[in-house]
């Protein structure tokens, strides 16, 4: 009975130590099903979670983390059973202390356990960047702030290193950056004065402020060391304010007249400078000369003058033109006041001089026909003493004498000359007189002013255009769109891997070749979503460069009693997500002005896509661009982790044996120009595919498709899936990409 009993006591420490060991690995399991549980809304995740230790590729982790947990527990067991035996203080303080330090280890193991798979299920540094305005109205004289908020989301034991840089597009230049340090509890604000450059109505420039962030390793942080980026594009239009407005009908007014002055200025200098080329030294002209010079010297200073303020008011620059214009005004009536005097001295003096030209011809007809008269011995003395003063003053005339000198003279001899002939007594009985010298009989013309060829003045004040500038290359902006090919670029991402991860990671799988685009003269316009247009249309378009962003189809918004809400919703059909993507098209069209988009789609966005154009046509796209695509769904093991961890109505959709993708590739034509970018050389059991999804999924029949082969790392969850779209990995996807987008 005793060996019995005993036998009992020990097959009851087997079972007592089964059920520990069972326990413990229970426990030991447990850290990774509660992971694997947090990202799982429907279905049976027992089930689940018991597929996935099947596959050792993916659990491996867990598995470890079980036997070294279970471990720890059992060690710490142990420990507290021999406290028991134990009897001096001393002793049980430092059994205490050892329990005490398993138990530390064993939180430090849970405690990187998480952070480690949080990192394996992407929740890496997350980079969050919102401007208070972007887009700024200038209608008066006064600056404007900008502010922008950078924050980031990451493990919270890590500390992340940002980069900034503020950068005016228009000007092709950058206006400042630096670099910050923060952490998840504490955000950035960048503060800019943004001044009004003056620019006219409706000219536009833009500014880019750009972030990247990435966490620092250290033991409890853990991070791929990728860097984060997000943009923000502002835009800075210039109105006039009422004020301006105001003054620029009035100033409009007032330079056109002062036009008209100057044009009566340029006529009358012109008929003067006609009629002292007409004088030719006929008089001594030096003065109106002089005056002549004078007067055209300042014409020309106030005709400089005048195009200078036609060129601030052309530009706008009305602040300029109130301290110039009255002065001008003034400037304008003296010199036109100044020009109509020398006008009308040069014709004075020249018809002064005509009548005395007149006077001497009469005066010669007197004496020649004097000469010819039977007079006294008397009168033929004085007759030859006024032929001798008519000679003179007739030479005085000839060699440009002072013209009021020789006017005072000639009317003397005229005078003379008049009343010799009136008292003159005619007697047969005499002879005719004899001339000591001969009359002067060289002839003297009358000036006449020639015609001038002065056509006048063309006045006219032309509204400027808008010029908006890209680089430093400056156009008219489009009001509506320039061009017709220049169409915005969206990037659509794919299935979100991590449900419980903010949607906001799933705009960083573009970035890279964004960023390249965005060196090559694209317009990097950071990311949109859904939001009420609120705007003026056309914005983004006005100087017709092409614009890219990044949209997400997992944002929704709502009315609320304080205005607009948006908010991430993840977990609706693909039907919804495309209905949501005709929404950011129309939101993208608007803000750029343009009539269509082009469509960049990786993954799940291109099931979005193609939902999109069978839903709402294609009259809105130009083109697609699809990369590595389930177009005919997904199978094994994708189908089963993708309702692991994603949102399980999509991934139930993108079932290859879904009602959804029979009803989607029923009409398997195509609706726009689809170009389809395959990714190929992973082991996929039966095929070859990029790792998630197979080659024959990824073909369709009526794009024009690519190849492109790559590697997959398993063990570290790296796919090609995933690294297609890193230009520094796979070069030859931007390159396909960039040179479609070129195509018309």
């Not at 440009?400 to 008049?418: H, Q, W």
């Not at 006005?542 to 607009?564: C, H, L, P, Q």
């Not at 195509?670 to 197979?694: H, L």
């Amino acid at each position: 009975m005793k060996k019995r009993k005993e036998k009992k006591n020990y097959l009851g420490e087997e079972w007592f130590l089964a059920f520990k060991i069972v326990t413990f690995l229970l426990v030991g399991f447990l850290p990774s099903f509660l992971f694997i549980l947090l990202f799982i809304q429907y279905g049976s995740p027992i089930l689940n979670y018991i597929n996935f230790l099947g596959d050792l590729k993916s659990s491996w982790l867990a598995w470890i983390s079980a036997v070294v947990i279970s471990f720890l527990l059992h060690f710490i067991d142990r420990l507290i059973r021999l406290r028991k035996k134990i009897k001096t203080k001393i002793e049980k303080k430092f059994l205490i202390l050892i329990i005490f330090s398993s138990l530390m280890v064993f939180g430090l193991i849970a405690t990187q356990t998480y952070l480690y798979v949080n990192y394996l299920l992407l929740n890496d540094t997350l980079v969050k960047l919102s401007a208070d305005k972007n887009n700024i109205f200038f209608n008066d004289n006064i600056n404007q702030d900008v502010t922008f908020k950078i924050s980031v989301t990451a493990n919270p034991f890590c500390s992340a290193e940002c980069r900034y840089n503020f950068f005016d597009v228009s000007g092709g230049k950058e206006i400042e950056n630096g670099s910050f340090s923060l952490t998840t509890i504490f955000s950035k604000l960048k503060k800019y004065t943004l001044n009004n450059s003056h620019l006219v109505q409706g000219s536009q420039t833009i500014d880019r402020f750009e972030v990247s962030c990435k966490s620092i390793k250290t033991f409890l942080c853990y991070t791929g060391g990728g860097e984060n980026k997000r943009a923000v594009l502002v835009t800075l239009n210039y109105n006039l304010s009422q004020e301006d407005l105001e003054f620029k009908n009035y100033s409009k007014e007032e330079l056109l007249s002062i036009g008209k002055n100057i044009s009566f200025i340029a006529e009358k200098l012109a008929y003067s400078n006609a009629g002292i080329s007409s004088i030719n030294n006929s008089f001594d002209s030096a003065n109106l000369q002089n005056r002549y010079k004078n007067l055209s010297y300042s014409f020309l200073k106030l005709n400089d003058s005048f195009n200078f303020m036609k060129n601030l008011w052309e530009n706008q620059n009305f602040s300029s033109l109130k301290k110039e214009l009255s002065k001008m005004k003034n400037e304008t009536k003296n010199l036109s006041a100044d020009s109509e005097e020398l006008n009308l001295e040069i014709i004075s003096n020249i018809s002064f001089y005509n009548n005395l030209v007149g006077n001497l011809t009469n005066s010669r007809e007197i004496l020649k026909l004097s000469s010819l008269m039977n007079i006294d011995a008397i009168s033929c003395t004085n007759l030859n003493s006024l032929v001798s003063n008519f000679n003179s003053v007739f030479g005085k005339l000839i060699w440009n004498a002072n013209l009021s000198y020789v006017g005072l003279i000639v009317r003397d001899v005229s005078s003379e000359i008049e009343t010799f002939y009136k008292n003159l007594q005619i007697d047969p009985s005499n002879s005719l007189c004899t001339l000591k010298e001969n009359i002067a009989d060289k002839t003297i013309l009358k000036i006449e002013i020639a015609p001038t060829n002065f056509s006048g003045y063309e006045l006219s004040l032309n509204d400027p255009s808008p010029m908006c500038c890209f680089f430093g290359t400056c156009n008219p902006c489009c009001e509506n769109q320039c061009s017709k090919e220049n169409y915005p670029v969206i990037f659509l991402h794919g299935h979100l891997i991590n449900k419980a991860l903010p949607a906001d990671y799933s705009l960083d799988s573009f970035s890279a070749i964004k960023e390249k685009l965005n060196s090559d003269g694209y317009i990097d316009a950071g990311s949109v979503v859904l939001s009420s247009i609120q705007e003026p249309r056309g914005l983004w378009g006005k100087t017709d460069a092409r614009v890219i962003v990044t949209a997400s189809y997992f944002f929704d918004t709502n009315k609320t009693a304080n205005g607009e809400v948006t908010f991430q919703s993840d977990d609706k059909d693909i039907e919804t997500y495309a209905a949501r993507l005709n929404r950011i098209i129309e939101l993208v069209k608007y803000r750029t002005g343009k009539d269509k988009v082009i469509i960049v789609a990786h993954s799940m966005g291109g099931v979005v896509t193609r939902k999109y154009l069978q839903t709402f046509g294609g009259e809105n796209v130009n083109k697609i661009i699809l990369v590595t695509v389930p177009n005919h769904g997904i199978d094994g093991k994708t189908r089963d982790y993708c309702a692991l961890l994603g949102a399980e109505v999509a991934c139930r959709e993108m079932d290859k044996d879904s009602a959804f993708m029979k009803d989607l590739n029923s009409q398997n034509s195509e609706v726009v120009q689809t170009y389809n970018i395959v990714g190929v050389g992973c082991n996929m059991g039966d095929e070859t595919g990029d790792g998630i999804i197979k080659n024959s999924s990824q073909y369709l029949s009526y794009a024009t498709n690519y190849q492109i082969s790559g590697i997959c790392d398993q063990l570290s969850f790296k796919y090609l899936h995933e690294y297609i779209v890193y230009p520094d990995k796979y070069p030859e996807t931007y390159v396909i990409i960039r040179d479609i987008l070129r195509k018309p």
